[in-house]
T-cell receptor, first 114, second 113 residues
Framework: DAGVIQSPRHEVTEMGQEVTLRCKPI?????LFWYRQTMMRGLELLIY????????DSGMPEDRFSAKMPNASFSTLKIQPSEPRDSAVYFC????????????FGPGTRLTVL | AQSVTQPDIHITVSEGASLELRCNYS??????LFWYVQSPGQGLQLLLK??????LVQGIKGFEAEFKRSQSSFNLRKPSVHWSDAAEYFC???????????FGTGTRLKVLA
């Protein structure tokens, strides 16, 4: 299995631009998580999908952030417009079962907003 | 409130020395417990996990962890550290009936040659 795949691995953009991060979960996994990691706040859960449906988006910091999962093999996290404080590493993770099952993480996307 | 504490932000050990990284949690029932490792520029890799049963859990790369209910701890150990173990280590706790993990703040391990 290829594991969780994220693209791009690095993104540099200017303030005000739209940013789209992509994730392909492990095949057969039906839960998908988006996290953000910063030095100041550590790992934060942004949103969780189960069977392609957003279950909890309480961690999404602002309306500028949105996430979709149009099918079981693809999810996007969009920031529009981006701001310098959005600079962070964004991780996608997937797990097989609803509930507390092992989450497998992708390599992350390092976002820099200038 | 549920919480996870990794009291050591940084730890430095010499190559070949033993290692113990501490993790304590606050929760009323038995949680699900995980240790992840993050190498620079990489994602989080699962080292080991505890759901139930034997409280001493073996993981990858020669790591083990012991769940001690009386101390609400899940410390990670390795008898002999290799230079390639230098990384950041995260303890995570999951709770029955929820999907959420709570991550500790991480312990950064430095290995001296």
């Amino acid at each position: 299995d290829a594991g969780v795949i994220q693209s791009p691995r690095h993104e540099v953009t200017e303030m005000g631009q739209e940013v789209t991060l992509r994730c392909k979960p492990i095949s057969g996994h039906n839960s998908l998580f988006w996290y953000r990691q910063t030095m100041m706040r550590g790992l934060e859960l942004l949103i969780y999908f189960n069977n392609n449906v957003p279950i909890d988006d309480s961690g999404m910091p602002e309306d500028r952030f949105s996430a979709k999962m149009p099918n079981a093999s693809f999810s996007t996290l969009k920031i529009q417009p981006s701001e310098p404080r959005d600079s962070a590493v964004y991780f996608c993770a997937s797990s097989q079962l609803l509930g507390t099952d092992t989450q497998y993480f992708g390599p992350g996307t390092r976002l820099t907003v200038l | 409130a549920q919480s996870v504490t990794q009291p050591d932000i940084h730890i430095t050990v010499s190559e070949g020395a033993s290692l113990e990284l501490r993790c304590n949690y606050s929760y009323g029932a038995t949680p699900y417990l995980f240790w992840y490792v993050q190498s620079p520029g990489q994602g989080l890799q699962l080292l080991l996990k505890y759901f139930s049963g034997d409280t001493l859990v073996q993981g990858i790369k020669g790591f083990e962890a012991e769940f001690k209910r009386s101390q609400s701890s899940f410390n990670l150990r390795k008898p002999s550290v290799h230079w390639s173990d230098a990384a950041e280590y995260f303890c995570a706790v999951g709770f029955s009936g929820t999907y959420k993990y709570i991550f500790g703040t991480g312990t950064r391990l430095k290995v001296l040659a």
